[in-house]
């Protein structure tokens, strides 16, 4: 007699003999909230309590009840069913070589807009969002008392557009439909601050005197490298890596060389979003003594990043150190870069040096990257060359170079010195 099948039913069977049963969600239930469960070893039991749990199944997707942690099932048309597919199909989607399609960081930023307009209208029909009422969710999303800003209102409005075109390429809507193709909300300006020498060294000061050498060296390595944020603090030991002389022209080898204390050249070992390509960065000087001093703690600490979260170690030494890795992590190193940002502006107002406190006011990790760019082509590197260190694309290069290198002392200087001796 064939057996009956219960749906998510699972069974394990030890070494022992003895077979545990348990309830366990498909991919798309568990992605939905829905946890594992352990039935215990009575298999009737364990059969009742999998098919209790699938009722439970079957009436949230019928849109009935459902435990606190599990995501409200969209009915089938509504605007969040659509939103559901794109996050689904557009965002968590793969390529042929199993790539995401979007990176994972703007994925996050898609995700939050997602859900705003998910709370604005999800259990609606798709026919219910019309030109009007993105016109009224504008004027909510900019509102000066209640609304999200400029900055993320422009976004969330993108993304809807976006779906909108997704559902047009589906045939869901017709073509030429998008009640987002013109929201009329011009995209904010875009961010023009790079650092200066002296708020970098500001910074880094600051920095040490907080208690806070990672955030010294991750001002450092912004500037020097200009890598994300997010890449930085995921950063392992193992990324800092002997380069041996084949994987650069002989010169630049001898060049490195020479200006290494023990005469080895090393560097970080990062992957470029652009491109998904392995780099392996030369560091030298200040920045790569920091890094062997934060290896040094890290390692006798356990941790296995360079970054640690400094001011939050455990008091047991044998604990594995803190660190700044994950969502979490990011937002408490944000935090204290504001913190490290508060006392460098109250530093340069003691030492009556109001243009750097105002400039330092406005500074953010971000905009390390934009430094880095600029003054290598301060410096005279082609856009093709920086590109190899940050990983922008050429055209964004360009476009950085174009906006920034004809306002910059720098450029001016070493055009008349370059002049003037030829």
């Known amino acids: 007699m064939a057996q009956i099948r219960i749906p998510c039913l699972v069974s394990k069977t030890n070494k022992s003999g003895i077979t545990s049963w348990y309830w366990q969600p498909s991919a798309t239930l568990a992605k939905a909230g829905w946890k594992p469960l352990t039935l215990g070893k009575d298999e009737g039991a364990a059969i009742t309590a999998a098919r209790t749990r699938n009722a439970q199944v079957d009436d949230w997707k019928s849109g009935g009840a459902k435990p606190r942690e599990v995501k409200k099932r969209e009915a089938t048309g509504t605007f969040g069913h659509l939103l559901a597919r794109y996050e689904r199909e557009v965002i968590d989607g793969k390529d042929g070589s199993g790539n995401w399609i979007i990176a994972r960081s703007t994925a996050r930023t898609y995700l939050t807009s997602m859900k705003r307009l998910a709370q604005w209208a999800g259990e609606y029909p798709v026919a219910y969002i019309t030109p009007l009422r993105v016109k009224?969710?504008?004027?909510?999303?900019?509102?000066?008392?209640?609304?999200?800003?400029?900055?993320?209102?422009?976004?969330?409005?993108?993304?809807?557009r976006q779906v909108f075109a997704f559902a047009e390429s589906e045939d869901i809507i017709g073509k030429g439909s998008n009640p987002f193709a013109n929201f009329n909300l011009a995209a904010p300006p875009p961010r023009h601050v790079v650092w200066s020498r002296q708020a970098r060294e500001a910074m880094i000061f600051a920095s040490y005197d907080m208690g806070m050498p990672s955030m010294a060296l991750a001002i450092m390595l912004g500037f020097a490298a200009g890598q994300r944020e997010q890449d930085y603090l995921a950063m392992t030991r193992r990324q800092y890596v002997v380069m041996p002389e084949h994987s650069m022209q002989p010169e630049d080898w001898r060049t490195l060389q020479a200006m290494a204390p023990d005469g080895i050249v090393r560097g970080i070992r990062v992957r470029q979003l652009k491109t998904n390509a392995w780099v392996e960065v030369p560091v030298t000087g200040l920045v790569r003594w920091a890094i062997e001093s934060n290896i040094e703690t890290a390692t006798a600490r356990g941790a296995p990043t360079i970054l640690?979260?400094?001011?939050r170690q455990p008091l047991d030494p044998n604990a594995v150190a803190a660190t700044y890795h994950g969502k979490a992590g990011q937002t408490r190193f944000q935090r204290d870069f504001a913190e490290i940002r508060e006392w460098a502006v109250a530093t340069a107002l003691g030492e009556d040096d109001p243009e750097l406190a105002e400039e330092l006011a406005g500074i953010e990790y971000r905009d390390l990257r934009r430094t880095c760019v600029v003054y290598l082509g301060e410096l005279g590197l082609d856009a093709h060359l920086i590109t190899g260190?940050?990983?922008?694309?050429?055209d964004e290069t360009q476009r950085i170079l174009k906006t920034y290198m004809p306002r910059t002392t720098a450029r001016a200087a070493r055009a008349i010195a370059i002049a003037t001796v030829r």
Do not use: E, F, S, W
């Not at 640690?308 to 001011?311: A, E, H, I, Q, R």
């Not at 260190?389 to 050429?394: A, Q, R």
């Open 308 to 311: 640690l979260d400094d001011t």
């Open 389 to 394: 260190i940050t990983g922008h694309d050429i």
């Open 136 to 160: 009224n969710l504008r004027k909510a999303l900019m509102d000066p008392k209640t609304g999200v800003g400029h900055h993320a209102a422009h976004q969330c409005l993108k993304q809807g």
